[in-house]
């Protein structure tokens, strides 16, 4: 099983432009988590989904919409990057609730400039 | 005031330390967890645990349901522990339900 991927690792992207983070899982889980990570600071909630059709607002949802068509799949994407967006995003998954344990990417860092 | 504390920040520490990082939280939970990030790497988890204590080779994570307290453990501390700590808490309940709430993490840095 390869777990959780995303792609890409790094990108950097100009103001104003779009992009769509991609998140892939294999382990048939449920439930499926788009943080960002901002230095100094803990993980923050972007958008979360318990189900294929299924997705809600996290803490942060500004600035970014998700989709969830397939259990495997839940693309982040990104309208009108700003620079306020420059962070590490991680995509989790967990088979049931937060209560189970969740599996995390690898990681995409991206920069606004 | 943040749901979940951790402290130290930061701590260094010379191999062969035992060291202890905490974790506050204010919330009701059903589960702690403790997560490790290694620089430029991605995020594991170390433990979930909602009562008592669990040991996984030198880590050892405890919890005090009642104090709302939670402590991960490092024995003998090698350079390899150095990473980001970070204790996440899960309620099913309110507006916690199905997410994880984090702490900003502990950096550990282990000197030989």
């Known amino acids: 099983n390869a777990g959780v991927t995303q792609t890409p690792k790094f990108r950097i992207l100009k103001i104003g432009q779009s992009m769509t983070l991609q998140c892939a899982q294999d382990?048939?889980?449920?439930?499926m988590y788009w943080y960002r990570q901002d230095p100094g600071m803990g993980l923050k909630l972007i958008y979360y989904?318990?189900?294929?059709?299924?997705?809600d607002k996290g803490e942060v949802p500004n600035g970014y919409n998700v989709s969830r068509s397939t259990t495997e799949d839940f693309p982040l994407r990104l309208e009108l990057a700003a620079p306020s967006q420059t962070s590490v995003y991680f995509c989790?998954?967990?088979?049931?609730?937060?209560?189970?344990?969740?599996?995390f990417g690898p990681g995409t860092r991206l920069t606004v400039l | 005031k943040n749901e979940v504390e951790q402290s130290p920040q930061n701590l260094t520490a010379q191999e062969g330390e035992f060291i202890t990082i905490n974790c506050s939280y204010s919330?009701?939970?059903?589960?702690l967890h403790w997560l490790q990030q290694h620089p430029g790497g991605g995020i594991v988890s170390l433990f979930m645990?909602?009562?008592g204590k669990k040991k996984h080779g030198r880590l050892i994570a405890t919890i005090n349901i009642q104090e709302k307290h939670s402590s991960l453990h490092i024995t003998a501390s090698h350079p390899r522990d150095s990473a980001v700590y970070i204790c996440?808490?899960?309620?099913?309940?309110?507006?916690?339900?199905?997410?994880?709430?984090f702490g900003a993490g502990t950096i550990l840095r282990v000197k030989s």
């Open positions: 989790a998954s967990s088979y049931y609730a937060a209560y189970n344990e969740q599996f």
């Open positions: 989904s318990v189900g294929a059709g299924i997705t």
């Open positions: 382990m048939n889980h449920n439930y």
């Open positions: 996440a808490v899960s309620s099913s309940s309110g507006e916690y339900g199905n997410k994880l709430v």
């Open positions: 919330v009701g939970i059903s589960a």
């Open positions: 645990l909602s009562s």
